[in-house]
């Protein structure tokens, strides 16, 4: 990996980085070459990712508090989870093995859904399918202090 | 077309308003490097975007800065409930009072209102790409001088949050990058415009 390559390796149109030739003139990031490790969702929703090379927080300091043991904490930790293996995919949409574990959260995504909604109400139109009255505009919304505290 | 989901990314729970604090935390709505304008770069450069992945890309990471916008929104709404005149006065928030009232406008810290000179749209895929990296090192930025001046633990539980997924999109528009590479011309990515040219 550390291995430097000289411009002899590379050719007189390429330049030489650890281990590789690469064109000069471009902005390269390392492509993250697999989903694994990862953190597990709610860990993963607390950190601001799921993959443990990517937390990078500043002056080491991460969140601790934890989220709360909640219906609610748990389908937002799913659908993070979701979002963030959604990004991985478009950028790796050929790693089967991520796409795998992609189809298992939704499908705990989907089942969390159903046990918030009929606690707390609708959180997409589809949810309102079948419910008895029209609970699309109870308080409280998602800004407000108590839609994140009380449940 | 979008589909709006009443709940948030991550949880927003102020437990102590404080004007002085929104004062400044108001830049990432509508400020230069703010989720609002992140949201219309990506959004807005997807469509001559010519490779599939970079179109999902971003339109899901456009998706995303609207959640981050909405989280902003609700951390000055949070921090701004229910403040009287006298603390009004005390936390130096006059000037955003007067205009707003408690309500939320996309405006800098620095007062200048939401403006799109700040994002870039170059109809370019290296341009574009390379612009996209800067603007979320740009955001980066933006929340670690944020933390530097916050001392709530609950605000700061929320902005570590953002600033991290700042981190996770630079990565991603890198990889997003490096595969568009792969499919330009390998002796000189310069040639032309995948965007434009055909």
Redo the contacts between chains.
């Keep these: 990996m550390d291995t430097k390559t000289t411009a002899a390796d590379c050719g007189y149109k390429n330049g030489s980085l650890p281990g590789a030739c690469a064109p000069l003139a471009m902005a390269y990031v390392p492509m993250q070459q697999s989903a694994k490790p990862a953190y597990a969702p709610d860990e993963g929703l607390s950190r601001g990712t799921l993959f443990p090379g990517l937390d990078l927080p500043f002056m080491n300091m991460v969140n601790t508090g934890g989220l709360m043991d909640t219906p609610h904490c748990e389908l937002m930790a799913l659908t993070f989870a979701a979002d963030e293996l959604e990004l991985y995919l478009d950028t790796h949409p050929a790693d089967s093995e991520a796409f795998a574990v992609y189809q298992d959260i939704l499908k705990l995504r989907a089942e969390a859904d159903k046990r918030y909604t009929k606690l707390y109400g609708p959180v997409t139109q589809s949810d309102m399918l079948g419910m008895s009255r029209y609970a699309w505009i109870d308080n409280p919304w998602p800004w407000d202090y108590t839609a994140n505290t009380e449940d | 077309m979008f589909?709006?989901?009443?709940?948030?990314?991550?949880?927003?729970?102020?437990?102590m308003p404080n004007p002085a604090l929104a004062k400044f935390i108001i830049t990432q709505y509508g400020g230069p490097d703010g989720e609002l304008g992140a949201s219309l770069r990506y959004l807005s450069q997807r469509y001559v975007m010519p490779y599939p992945?970079l179109r999902?890309?971003l339109t899901?990471?456009g998706t995303?800065e609207l959640g981050h916008l909405?989280m902003i929104?609700?951390i000055v709404?949070?921090l701004t409930?229910e403040m009287t005149p006298e603390e009004i006065k005390k936390a130096g928030y006059e000037g955003y009072f007067v205009d707003h009232t408690a309500g939320i406008y996309p405006t800098s810290a620095s007062g200048s209102p939401w403006n799109a000179a700040g994002i870039g749209v170059k109809g370019d895929v290296?341009s574009d790409l390379?612009e996209d990296?800067a603007a979320e090192q740009k955001a980066r930025t933006t929340?670690?001088n944020i933390?530097r001046l916050s001392d709530d633990?609950d605000v700061?539980?929320a902005i570590?949050?953002?600033?991290?997924?700042e981190?996770?999109?630079?990565?991603?528009?890198?990889?997003?990058?490096?595969?568009a590479?792969e499919k330009l011309d390998?002796?000189n990515?310069?040639y032309s415009n995948p965007a434009f040219d055909t």
């Design positions: 589909e709006y989901e009443k709940m948030l990314q991550y949880p927003v729970r102020i437990k992945e999902a890309l899901d990471i995303e909405e929104g609700a709404h949070q409930r290296i390379t990296m929340y670690d933390l633990p700061n539980d570590r949050y953002l600033r991290e997924r981190v996770v999109h630079f990565q991603r528009f890198g990889e997003g990058l490096r595969n590479l390998q002796k990515f310069y």
